[in-house]
């Protein structure tokens, strides 16, 4: 009707519009996946000649005015009703319109009689003598994979041998266990489907009498298939009175799953040994791994046992350093602290003999100038390293900060240092250090690295107060070690702190010494007669400029030494929370040291982790230690895992 009418007027339709009140038949005409019987199908083709899907929208019964030409509606009514007018929103635009959908389903496609059923077919396509090699990699152990494939043959041959009493019959379990042929037959059956699919061209050429493509792997082998299907080694010895295996090595592919499989297997046997070792067990087995030296490195380097055994401990790139070390500050105001020592001092004599008790030495090293400073101490107590720090602060004055490791010298004061748990108050350096104004920083236990400011200084005075010793062989008193710690710290405060110079313009030397005392060893001056005025006025002066040389040098010649990381260049990857790793103990042998689980990772403010929290299970319960990554190695992450 539609055609009929668009062919008799003529008008030029803009576009036309098709309404029915059947979500049925719209559904039909929009339908792209389903197939109708013939009548629906015939009628649907006609409708979709003369129009589009898109112009065929839904309107409710109420006002499709062709409803009224299939019911019997009265002559004198038929005004009254949408049959001569058509729906109100043709005539009025400000009528509420049906609302347009762009798609219309089929309705109730499963039981409607017009639409054909749909039919699925399913195709399995099985290749002849090749296993899915992707199921290989569910299997973490060579003999596991073996066993599980000859259980497979050992089923596959009880369907197809006669019965007999003592034979095994169709699906079963079968305890009775494998025997050799079983298992020869499902290793030929693991190698022959990971060669059919790894070197399928190789295959083909092989078969065809062809050379090998320029680009493959086993150009250089001469490959060959024997007669059990297997790809192996050619070559020229084939004359020698080895066995096949020795000769003729079954060739395998060093990145597939077996090959890891095979590698994990002889790296066992091997107890653990390096490559060298590893390569010779699987070459001596009559296998041919292919770029082996690569296969076997990257398993080792993520094998367990093996890191537990000779595993190196993590290390991160080397920090930056604190600012209180590359800032012009007043000498001594930021110290690192460290306690070395004993000695064995004379304290009194009896009638039979002496009596000898320990003495022991605190440094005191400025961060900025790297000045020490040294105080003999007659006990392993928070009172007896109060009263240093009191001799100290009041010769060098306060300082505004103070650094220390965690050792076992500094349990007790300040949580950490001192060493006498008997103490009344075993919080009084807290105090005092509180009543001065100073704070205490502490670096994570066991990583004496952080403190090599301090530590440094430690072992040059050790070897000047050796070599004293060796000269002096009188006996040793606390007012000797006093002495003696005194040119200690002169001798290490006059060491240069750059290299001396050979220019003859600059014949002073940088050294702490040259801040402490302002004294450079110049010479008396000259004899003359000069007023005290003057006097005062140079001396000031001279101070001064002494004051100005010191760190103008210490900035354009000391700082620039401290440019260059002497080791742990490079940054490695960071230790995370869930790493399991082993934690270092030097009080023990490697086996018994205990492994660990990183609970909390702690990043520097360069993003690279230095410091981690491990937990361990000692006599049975969890306990939580704060170690650096330097103490630690890394056996196995989540991300090796999850590979």
């Not at 006002?63 to 009703?81: E, F, W």
């Not at 009025?92 to 389903?105: A, F, G, L, V, W």
């Not at 790809?231 to 004359?239: D, H, N, T």
């Not at 010479?523 to 001279?542: N, Q, T």
Request: hydrophobic content about 35%; some cysteine; proline content about 6%.
């Amino acid at each position: 009707m539609a055609d009929m009418i668009v062919e008799e007027m003529d008008l030029k339709f803009d576009s036309i519009e098709y309404y029915t009140d059947s979500k049925v038949v719209l559904g039909y005409i929009h339908n792209q996946s389903r197939r109708f019987y013939v009548y629906v199908n015939n009628r649907v083709q006609q409708i979709r000649q003369s129009s589009a899907p898109e112009q065929w929208q839904y309107v409710s019964t109420d006002h499709n005015p062709a409803d009224h030409g299939t019911r019997s509606v009265p002559a004198s009514l038929l005004g009254s009703t949408t049959w001569l007018t058509g729906p109100a929103f043709l005539r009025n635009p400000s009528s509420p319109k049906p609302e347009r959908q762009e798609i219309y389903d089929l309705v109730d496609s499963i039981s409607d009689s017009e639409v054909r059923p749909q039919v699925v077919v399913n195709i399995t396509n099985i290749k002849k003598d090749t296993l899915n090699t992707a199921r290989f990699e569910r299997f973490s152990d060579f003999d596991t994979l073996i066993k599980a494939v000859g259980h497979l043959v050992h089923i596959a041959s009880s369907f197809s041998q006669a019965r007999q009493v003592d034979t095994c019959h169709g699906w079963h379990i079968c305890h009775k266990g494998l025997s050799n042929g079983e298992t020869e037959k499902a290793k030929i059956l693991v190698i022959k489907s990971v060669q059919r699919e790894c070197y399928a061209e190789e295959f083909r050429c092989i078969e065809t009498s062809g050379n090998l493509p320029i680009n493959s792997s086993l150009q250089k082998l001469h490959p060959f298939v024997d007669s059990t299907g297997i790809l192996r080694v050619g070559g020229r010895i084939k004359e020698s009175q080895l066995s096949t295996d020795e000769t003729n090595p079954i060739i395998i592919p060093g990145h597939h799953h077996l090959g890891t499989l095979i590698v994990r297997h002889h790296h066992h046997a091997v107890k653990h040994q390096g490559r060298h070792f590893t390569e010779g067990a699987v070459r001596a087995s009559g296998i041919w791994l292919v770029r082996a030296k690569r296969s076997i490195s990257s398993l080792l380097s993520k094998c367990v046992t093996c890191r537990r055994l000779r595993g190196k401990t993590e290390h991160q790139q080397m920090a930056d350093l604190p600012a209180e070390r590359l800032q012009a500050a007043p000498p001594f105001s930021y110290v690192g602290v460290d306690v070395f020592g004993p000695w064995e001092v004379v304290s009194r004599r009896t009638r039979g003999g002496q009596v000898n008790s320990k003495r022991w030495a605190v440094l005191f090293s400025c961060m900025c100038t790297r000045a020490v400073h040294i105080e003999i101490i007659e006990a392993m107590s928070a009172s007896s390293f109060i009263n240093a720090l009191r001799r100290f602060f009041a010769i060098r004055g306060p300082a505004k900060q103070l650094r220390s490791d965690c050792g076992t010298n500094f349990i007790g004061a300040c949580r950490e240092l001192g060493m006498d748990g008997s103490l009344p108050d075993p919080h009084g350096v807290e105090k005092f250090l509180e009543a001065q104004k100073c704070i205490w920083v502490f670096n994570p236990p066991h990583s004496s690295h952080m403190g090599g400011v301090w530590e440094r200084m430690i072992g040059i005075a050790r070897r000047i107060l050796d070599c004293m010793l060796l000269e002096d062989k009188s006996r040793l008193t606390h007012e000797v070690l006093t002495t003696l710690m005194a040119e200690v710290s002169a001798i290490m405060n006059a060491r240069p702190l750059i290299p001396v110079s050979s220019d003859p313009e600059a014949p002073v030397i940088l050294s702490p010494l040259m801040l402490l005392t302002q004294k450079v060893g110049a010479p008396p001056p000259p004899p003359s007669d000069f007023k005290k005025g003057e006097l005062l006025k140079a001396e000031w002066k001279r101070v001064q400029s002494l004051a100005n040389t010191f760190w103008t040098r210490w900035r354009r010649e000391y700082l620039s030494t401290l440019q260059v990381r002497h080791k742990w260049v490079n940054k490695r990857p960071n230790l995370k929370q869930g790493d399991v790793v082993l934690m270092k103990d030097a009080q023990a042998k490697r086996n018994d040291w205990p492994t660990a689980v990183v609970t909390k990772a702690f990043p520097s403010q360069d993003g690279l982790v230095r410091k981690v929290d491990v937990r361990v299970i000692k006599e049975g319960k969890p306990k939580v230690y704060s170690r650096p990554a330097t103490e630690v190695v890394l056996l196995l992450s989540p991300e090796d895992s999850q590979d």
